[in-house]
């Protein structure tokens, strides 16, 4: 199989607007804001009071509209859309959203972003009762679920396939009477209201989206809500109790545009605050500071105001690497990397070097940038990572489900530093990391999804409990052996 190699992939992004003369021109803009969360697939389906028109395609939401007849045939004041990366199922066709369900009693439109921990389970539940699956992905479970209700009225359908869920979910649902927003018990995944100047509702996951099409920005959606927008404006409801808020914390710290806001939040201000903490936390005499274009440059900015040490671009992107796929083996992933960043020799020749990189997951991009700059002439490399050790993996919508690839999960920071080759690596602590995102949360999460780094996962595992026990066990014997 091929691989992809990037090493901490995006999770979906998810757009609607109701009640706009450009829906699927203005779903078309918000997506592309949205394209790095995800490039394996896009679609878009309007409705214009009487009909659905659908487009989907594999790839970059550009090339699939390369033909922008194919935009201007979604015609209708509604829309949804997806952009796709994939955490369950395959990367075929077959699982591009959104998805469509033409249900007699009222056919509707759904987009999903998240992951469900449960999806086996509820997969092996349709299965009995004779649904019929269009995809291998867990995002349609929910629309064969309400199809299969008996409820009178849409909504309680939809409450009651809502319950049946785990995991982590925001979800946007069209029907003929309006749209639907909805984030799961602990709004894990990020997702918005807004309104543009014409009246048009948006909901999406991130702030950068309303933005792009000039919409004002209303309210985050809260644990176990469900707003619904129609003719006559929104309505806030709760298909169940809120569990407490715990978003992902890797929003901030990655996946998330920083110029995105997420419960009222600046993701570049966090990233920028958590850089401060790591150098507060572990400083070191250095000549200058870098980032690791384009994800940790707000941090190593942050780093910098708070040491004193000046920044300077040190390394620079190639903006027009393709995304590559490549076999998996360490050897040609290092290559991938080595295809995107370069070191700028006059910023990094005799210098000692504090690097500021958000995370590491494999630690080839580490390893690989050590190498880049040693060769550059750096004097000393001091490795400092603007979040905790990554040691757990994610089951709610990020693709990293197995600690076996978690260079966290298997080595200490001694034996990393080692493997990376940096002359010193410091990673930021739990608490320098809450305190820096600082959500207001009274909850004893503070607000924060942390599970990649406790290990604290604030729901029950239920279909990935046993894989993760089995693994757990096995890495633990695999360290006693050492
Ligand atoms: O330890 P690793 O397995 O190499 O993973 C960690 C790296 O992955 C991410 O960057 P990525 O290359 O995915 O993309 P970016 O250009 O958006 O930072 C992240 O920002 C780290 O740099
Ligand atoms: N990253 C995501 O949110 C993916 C959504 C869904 N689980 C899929 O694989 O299509
Ligand atoms: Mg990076």
Redesign the pocket.
Known sequence: MLHE?????EECGIFGILNSKDASENAYLGMHSLQ?RGQEGAGIISFDGNKVYSYKGQGLLSTVFKDKNNLKKLIGNSAIGHIRYATAGSRGLQNIQPFFFNDPRMPFAISHNGNLTNAETLRKHLAECGAHFQADSDSELLGLLIMLDKHDKFMNRLKASLRKLRGGFAFIIMTAKGMIGIADPHGLRPIVLGQNKDGSYILCSETCALDQIGAQYIRDLQPGEMITINDNGYTINHFTKSQGLTVCSLEYI?FARADSVIHGVSVHEARKNMGAAIAQEHPVKADVVLG?????LDAAIGYAQASGIPFDMGMI?NQYVARTFIEPTQDK?ERG?SM?LAAVKSVVQGKDIILV????????????IVKLLQAAGAKSIHVRIASPVIKYPCFYGVDIESKAEL?GANKTVEEIRESIGADSLAYLSIPGMINSINIDSNNQYHGLCTAYFDGKYPTKLYDYQDKYDAETKQIEQSKGVK
């Open positions: 190699i990037k090493s901490l992939n790095h990655y690791v274009p384009n994800s940790s992107k992933r990397v995107k990189d958000d995370s590491i997951v494999r630690g080839t991009t580490s390893k690989y260079i």
